[in-house]
């Protein structure tokens, strides 16, 4: 069983959970639990809701053609809005990877002061990244 500082870092990789104190890193990490699988085993099956925050600690997972290695994360968006897979998802390479249940996470953002507002400024974040490069946000823009 991996230690609770493996925990924090494996987690504190998520861009995501970027914004977040260390306090409230620590809650998720609570939340979270370790998988092993071996190569082959069929991590979620195509059509399943993807609803899981699952970050890649060794070894490989196969989506379709994308892989997913060491340090990466399957869908970081998917406890905070759950999308069916295309594709199973299996074990490329032997893996050890860490997961938080939406449901875990959507209670944490209910009981964790400041959860919700620190993940909502890295989804912002994200948003204003995937802007149209020719949009300035009208609060830049001097008249």
Request: aromatic share 2%; with cysteine; net charge negative.
């Amino acid at each position: 069983m991996p230690s609770r500082v493996e925990t924090l870092i494996a987690l504190g990789r998520v861009p995501l959970l970027a914004q977040l104190t260390t306090r409230q890193l620590a809650d998720v990490a609570e939340r979270a639990r370790w998988v092993h699988a071996k190569p082959g085993a069929i991590v979620m099956t195509a059509g399943d809701p993807l609803d899981a925050l699952i970050v890649v600690d060794d070894g490989e997972l196969a989506i379709g053609e994308r892989r997913v290695g060491k340090g990466e994360v399957v869908d970081e968006l998917a406890c905070v809005a759950p999308l069916a897979a295309a594709h199973d998802l299996r074990v490329a390479r032997a893996v050890r990877l860490v997961r938080v249940e939406r449901v875990d996470f959507e209670e944490l953002v209910d009981d964790v002061p400041g959860l919700a507002a620190a993940v909502c400024r890295a989804l912002g974040e994200r948003a204003r990244r995937a802007e149209d490069r020719d949009y300035r946000s009208p609060l830049l823009t001097r008249s």
